[in-house]
């Protein structure tokens, strides 16, 4: 980064460590203090010029060198059977993304994209409809949870990487993303409420290992067969059922935390008592060998999509297939349906935004 300070580079101050920050704030002849005032208000959605205690003549300074950019609330919906809040953010470069917010008991939740679409190809998912146009910068991922809460007014306690893209695609953005939203000395969310989702990215599950991270790592399972896995998840042909549990098995032995397993229930493919069966058969027999690998799988029931024609089964079979889980010992639950007045599932929002475009 030193390099880029000499003339007005591509330094995005919401993308900096604290570290990298204060190298920026030294750079320009600022002393090392004010890197905490920058940070901590940055991160409370500040502008440089708006940082009361910086003053204007520091902000001139950075601007010289380094840009900071909040997304603009292109729409904003907010469900009015338990207040999720669900956002289209339209970026500094005119794509847009999709961010939600859901209350819980235990704190609010901000879901947060990690790509402009998806180039993995689910066939029931909305994100990947169109492919992947570019990754997010760190600061774009932590921008999210900054507009959220400074929205609603209201903290943000948890994380999920659940919402456009792949997470493990955009590897090293997200990893930095994973040490600026922890540092104390900004938004300060412990990686124990940090859950990350992959739709099966062996590589990166691996090398995510080896950062000995504690955060929760979800796994978009979907079949219990390389075939039926193949045919509507298209990155199981790269890494296959047997790979992708191996490199979730070295997860847990080298960082102790648990593994939640994603399983979206489409009518007609995967949701009969003999596919939990399946399921239930292959879980065990590839994680518990001798070992008390704590499975978990949430049971998620197909979102409509116009697009795609996929149903969910009826609740009855839902049930059926969570007791079949259950029989076998293998934990289950079902997924809560959060926002279903304002299509809280991501993607549909931004692509809907895209056609109007």
């Known amino acids: 980064m030193s390099e880029a300070v000499n003339a007005k580079q591509n330094i995005d101050l919401l993308s900096l460590t604290y570290e990298e920050l204060e190298e920026l704030v030294l750079s320009v002849g600022e002393p090392k203090y004010r890197t905490a005032q920058l940070f901590s208000g940055l991160h409370r959605g500040l502008l440089p010029h708006k940082i009361t205690n910086v003053g204007k003549r520091v902000a001139q300074k950075l601007a010289a060198v380094a840009t900071c950019y909040f997304p603009e609330i292109a729409q904003k919906y907010v469900s009015a059977v338990d207040g999720t809040v669900k956002y289209l953010l339209r970026l500094s470069d005119g794509n847009c993304i999709e961010t939600v917010l859901m209350r819980y008991k235990h704190g609010n939740t901000v879901c947060v994209s990690s790509q402009v679409g998806c180039r993995m ?64 000395r900004g938004i300060c969310i412990g990686y124990r409420h940090i859950s990350l989702s992959t739709c099966g990215h062996a590589d990166g599950i691996r090398a995510l290992a080896r950062e000995e991270l504690p955060i929760t790592l979800s796994l978009s399972l979907h079949a219990h067969s390389d075939e039926v896995r193949s045919a509507i998840m298209p990155i199981n042909r790269r890494w296959n059922i047997s ?5 979730c098995l070295e997860y847990y032995r080298t960082t102790g935390r648990r593994i939640s ?50 149903m969910p089964p009826d609740a009855a079979a839902i049930k059926a297939f969570s007791a079949e889980l259950e029989r076998r010992g293998v934990r289950a639950t079902v997924r809560r349906t959060l926002g279903p007045d304002i299509n809280a599932s991501c993607g549909q929002l931004r692509r809907a935004a895209a056609e109007k475009q």
Request: aromatic share 6%; glycine share 8%; proline share 3%.
């Open 261 to 310: 397993f994603e399983y979206t229930l489409i009518k007609g493919q995967n949701s009969s008592v003999e596919d939990a069966a399946a399921l239930a058969a292959l879980l065990n027999s590839a994680l518990r060998r001798g070992e008390s690998f704590p499975i978990h799988v949430n049971l998620i029931p197909v979102n409509p999509v116009k697009e795609t024609g996929l």
């Open 243 to 247: 790979e992708v549990l191996s490199a």
């Open 121 to 184: 190809g689910c066939t029931f998912c909305a994100s990947t409809i169109g492919g992947k146009v570019r990754d997010l910068s760190a600061g774009e991922i932590l921008s999210q949870i900054i507009t959220a809460a400074r929205d609603t007014h209201e903290r943000v306690d948890n994380i999920v990487m659940m919402g456009i893209g792949e997470p493990l695609d955009n590897y090293e953005n997200v990893l930095k993303f994973l040490h600026i939203v922890n540092d104390s």
